[in-house]
């Protein structure tokens, strides 16, 4: 038997060679092919990851480490309709394997699917008590539902598990900001950085918190210019960082972070529509409503992309179009994230 695991060792092509060996010698066995995904996924060969893990199902192995692994190369293509199929199957054969439990949760929120990722939370809760990771993301979700005494209960738990885990003060510091508490929120922040500095993630969060929500402008610029430096594969400092630019009136920069933020995920409704306001501000209204229409084909319930198609039609005295946009918004409650505007364009426009 050829030997495969050189990959132990970080020689992912030699582990491929000798997995290519192995194959040669019996190309029945299905965890060869398996093996073979993981390797090509360590070395970002998605397509080819995925290719021999569906060899490797063909062949007929029911191991549901293969599902899970199938479902964290989808998670690398942001793809979480397709995780969540596949860490399915893996819990079908499995249902007490963990970190399928977790990583279903994480998708399902991606998805929207809050209810849903607090039950797979709670039952890998169920699974490993101790884990303080998994009453993070429990008490994200919950804040994400508005249930607030359960979030910081469950913060409050993984802080008890582990007192050092920056994540969980950065969890409890993105609560406090839903709660509008702005100044115990950059305390949990400056803590979480202190512990870690050097996670883009962590500045993103905090350059976030002092620029959009206390509107501390510059300084939030530079946290997200020191995210950019850390990591800047991620559209999320883009997008964020574009929101701080609209707001300094540097439409131009603004819509450079947007365009680079769509270039790393073009399935983001929220930065289509955030590029459609910049472009609404500078008056060119066709491509404001061109961005805002693809921002609703990828999400049909963002509020605030009802919002500002509005506020365009206002613009164009189009007020009858203006008025379903408003009532569409308070519909998918607006009002909750963003304060009293839609009510109030309703009373002046729509009565």
Known sequence: MISIWEGETKNYEGALKNINKAIEHNSNIAEY??????????LNKLDSALMAYDIAIVKGSNNPV????????????????????YLNMCLKIDDQYEQAWYRRGNAKVNLGYLQEAVADYTIEISLNKKNDEYYRARGDAYKLLGKFSEASLDFETALKYNPNNAFIYSGRGKLKEFQGKFSEALVDMNKAISLNNN????????????GFSMGRLEEGLEDLNKAELLDSTTFVVYNNRGLIKNSLLDFKGAIEDYNKAISKDSLKAFSYNNRGFVKFRLKDYEGAFKDINKSLELDMENSYAYRNRALIYIEL????????DLYTAEKYKFSTFYGNEVKELISKHCK
């Open 317 to 324: 005295k189009q007020i009858s179009e203006a008025c379903q």
């Open 33 to 42: 092919y398996h093996a073979k995904g993981v390797y090509f996924a360590l």
């Open 66 to 85: 293969l599902y899970y692994n199938k479902a964290i190369a989808y998670s690398k293509r942001n793809d979480d309709k397709e995780v969540v199929r």
């Open 199 to 210: 996670s883009s993630s962590l500045y993103i969060s905090r350059g976030t918190l002092l």
